[in-house]
């Protein structure tokens, strides 16, 4: 694949100053369609041979193209709020919305490579990131973003050779570094590293163009073209693959189940006195374990989830009772936004990941893709069946990343629900909490019903099992829900 590169492709200055400017006129025409269209988006992972020309060449895209809207992210050493999160955090929040072109230089790609040549990284850790990669990038062309992987090479003659010229002259001395002769010493170790990386991360959404970067001229306008014939391709598509509203979902379940949720003994409750007792003992160990300097390597993501009227609000508010309110944060996840949907579907929930020695509370969360949107035709049944994988890996890089994941599920009968719906209507500080969507879903419990079933059966992992939580009696599922929290902590921490 490298080999293919050295080729010694040059372009002539005539051709170039010829070229260039239709080029130019071109992208930027393309640029304007993308974001009138708000399709995409189009992001480019730029990465290579240090020195081979990888920071002049997205320079020279935007500076072609309209600056509001191209975006170039160098990623580094990880440092500040990276440091306490888990790995792909700083990439999710970085990744542009629809209409929008990102440049990403080096990405998740360098931290495999630079932590594998160091001998940090086994062969068999640097396997888990590739398929950890291809992957994540699968998921990003699913979700409608168009990636484009750039691998700009040069031999270790060229290398040399551009180096020594570039440290010859005063106005371009400062680019060369230690790291990039460090670099070049180590090329003839990295080379079958190169290779073995980028043929393992080539695929058929996201394949690897590997560029001569000898030639300036022939590099800019090389990688100029293939992302002319991205814009093009995806406002061409738009259209192409209509928006579905309403679908029947066909996917099958698998048999018999919903009786996770039919069999629930719903009858289970707990004296007032017990309550009491209780609540106090499991809220003064919540608080402990929190404040434990164990917890400071740690972080806890709660996810709850139920039935409308099972009672989460009130869940909720016993456990943040018991919480530093400087410690946590809870995000209530209703219908997204207009930024939310020109994201992919994660995206929203990644920027709200707690540091390390944080909490994140989530009222409602990820699980919506397999629940409301399955259940109401928002999602296709092909969107909503990979959502299982895509969760799991998410909960997984969560956990990598030291969090505690703990998910509840709240259940109450439909006799309860119709009766707690009629309470609130009645008391006018809880008429805002009854909703037409309220009773528009008790029509469809039977479908909900065989959708959680489904969500339980596929997501409750050894690493982020659910919980389900008999809430016909208020006072028994608080007390459930903290004792489960207590209990994943004791188990975390040790």
């Not at 018999?256 to 629930?264: A, F, K, P, S, Y």
């Not at 489904?454 to 829900?481: F, G, H, N, Q």
Request: proline content about 4%; some cysteine; glycine content about 6%.
């Amino acid at each position: 694949m490298l080999e293919s590169a050295e080729v010694g492709h040059r372009i002539s200055k005539t051709e170039y100053e010829r070229e260039e400017p239709k080029l130019r006129e071109a992208l930027l025409a393309a640029q304007w369609s993308l974001s009138r269209s708000v399709t995409g988006p189009v992001l480019l992972i730029v990465s290579g041979v240090e020195g081979g020309g990888r920071g002049e060449t997205a320079n020279k895209l935007t500076e072609w193209m309209d600056p509001r809207h191209i975006r170039v992210v160098a990623f580094g050493p990880r440092s500040g709020d990276e440091l306490v999160r888990p790995l792909p955090w700083r990439y999710w929040r970085a990744l542009p919305p629809k209409g929008r072109v990102g440049i990403f230089m080096n990405a998740w790609y360098n931290e495999a490579l630079a932590a594998h040549l160091s001998g940090l990284s086994s062969e068999e850790r640097l396997e888990l990131q590739l398929e950890s990669i291809r992957h994540h990038e699968r998921m990003l062309v699913e979700e409608g973003l168009v990636l484009l992987k750039f691998w700009i090479h040069l031999s270790r003659k060229d290398q040399k050779a551009r180096l020594e010229r570039l440290e010859k002259d005063p106005r371009t001395r400062w680019r060369v570094t230690r790291r990039d002769w460090e670099a070049w010493r180590l090329y003839s170790k990295s080379h079958a590293l190169w290779e073995h990386v980028l043929r393992e991360s080539s695929s058929g959404e996201a394949p690897w163009c590997v560029v001569e970067g000898t030639d300036d001229h022939y590099r800019s306008l090389t990688v100029g073209r293939i992302l002319l014939d991205a814009m093009r391709g995806v406002i061409a598509a738009k259209g192409a693959r209509a928006t579905v509203r309403t679908i029947t979902p066909t996917a099958p379940s698998v048999i018999d189940n919903v009786r996770l949720i039919r069999e629930l003994d719903l009858s289970k409750t707990l004296s007032a006195r017990r309550y009491d007792h209780d609540l106090e003992e499991y809220q003064g160990e919540l608080a402990r374990h929190t404040r434990h300097k164990r917890f400071a390597k740690r972080s806890l993501i709660l996810v709850f989830e139920g039935v409308d009227a099972a009672g989460k609000g009130g869940a909720v508010r016993r456990v943040t009772a018991a919480l530093d309110a400087r410690q946590y944060v809870t995000v209530p996840v209703a219908a997204p936004t207009d930024e939310e949907r020109a994201h992919p579907y994660l995206w929203r929930f990644w920027r709200h990941v707690p540091p390390l020695g944080g909490i994140t509370i989530f009222d409602r969360s990820w699980y919506g893709r397999v629940l409301v949107e399955r259940v109401e035709g928002f999602a296709t049944p092909a969107d909503w069946m990979r959502a299982y994988d895509e969760i799991n890996q998410f909960e997984e890089q969560l956990t990598k990343g030291g969090a505690i994941v703990v998910k509840f599920w709240l259940q109450i009968s439909q006799a309860e629900q119709l009766r707690r719906f009629r309470a609130r209507e009645k008391v006018a500080f809880k008429q805002f909490k009854i909703t037409t969507d309220d009773w528009r879903n008790r029509k469809k419990w039977g479908a909900y019903e065989k959708a959680v079933a489904d969500m339980v059966d596929r997501t409750s992992t050894e690493i982020a099992p659910w919980t389900l939580v008999e809430a016909e009696d208020k006072k028994y599922a608080r007390v459930k829900i903290l004792k489960t929290i207590v209990t994943s902590l004791e188990a975390a921490l040790g």
